[in-house]
């Protein structure tokens, strides 16, 4: 297969802006190739691909960003600045797209999936967030409705948030394994990864932390500098160690130091990267049971799933964590969620597309 995949308009790729769907783009690139595919890929100028072999082409476009959607109002129109980089970026992929068997879209927006019904080439969308926007939400509905099957969503907790949507597409997620190295630490300290913003719950780990008298790790971008420093204020000085936002290598490195990653998403999570990151290292994972977290976290096999928004569950389990072997972590990641089993379901689902698209004429 020839496929175009058009990357997130909120930032360049290795940004961090752009969150999980930065690395989610590049393993899946990774997959793809391995299995033979040609890949090109638009996205925001420097972007880096970290798995891209040779024989993928990035293209890059510069314009002016989206603002993401859960930064925004349920009800917010949507915008289009002058010099959008979104539209300079589908441009460039339709362009790109008449020669090959499928546009693939990782963007949350307006625009490219309107695009769906305008354009002979097929558009598949993996969605990577619940429903985020009023606008957006009712689009989708209306494409789905004549493009049945040009959506997927990486667990069906997200998918749930679409309830017109019968039947979803599940893809799940993966990652290149060989970049994860398993680290046997139990007696290390407590870890946090994510987007420092309100929707990530960043101060309930800290008030386990706290209320544990260790610190906390926190590697990520600081994408609200008010909702950070109004944390920091909370806690006893140094509970919070910020490690910043790091490259995969060595992310992973720090990270499977830990004896125990905490997630606390205050909203839907689509999936949490962060967490399958985590068990490849052979980290556990407390998270509160909610959106894709849920589905991943095996209870008492590979982590604990603590009752939504109760710190004090978080601590209970947070407790018991060395009942965890780290063995069961690491391999849930290679049974469940590697780039080739990614890949291998992506690919089976475009398959689809194109066929029915080819047979509709
Ligand atoms: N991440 C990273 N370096 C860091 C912290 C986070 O590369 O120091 C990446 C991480 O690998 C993951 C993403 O940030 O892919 C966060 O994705 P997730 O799905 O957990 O949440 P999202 O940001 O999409 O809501």
Redesign the pocket.
Known sequence: MHIVLISTPIGFIGS?KG??????LSSLVNGLEVKGHTVDVVAPKNSKLIEAGSKTKLHFVEGKEQNSWQHQDYYSLVTIPDNSLLSGMIEKAIDIGKKADIILNFSYDWLPIWMTLNIDIPIAHII?MGSESFVINNLISNVYAKHPYNFAFHSKIQASDYPFIENPIIIGNGFKLSNYIFQDCKNGPLGW???VSPE?GLEDAAYVANALGEKLNV???VQDESYASKIEKLFSPGILQW??????EK?QKELGTCRALLNTPKWN???????V?ALACGVPVVAYKRGGPSEIIEHGKTGFLAKPDDKESLLKYLKIINKIDRNNCREWVENNASSDIFASKVVDWLNMIIQVNRSQG
């Open positions: 961090g969150g999980g769907v930065e690395l989610t990577s990864v994510g987007r990530k590697w990520g971008i490690r910043g936002f790091l490259e995969t992310l999570e689509a999936y949490g990267n962060v967490i990151e």
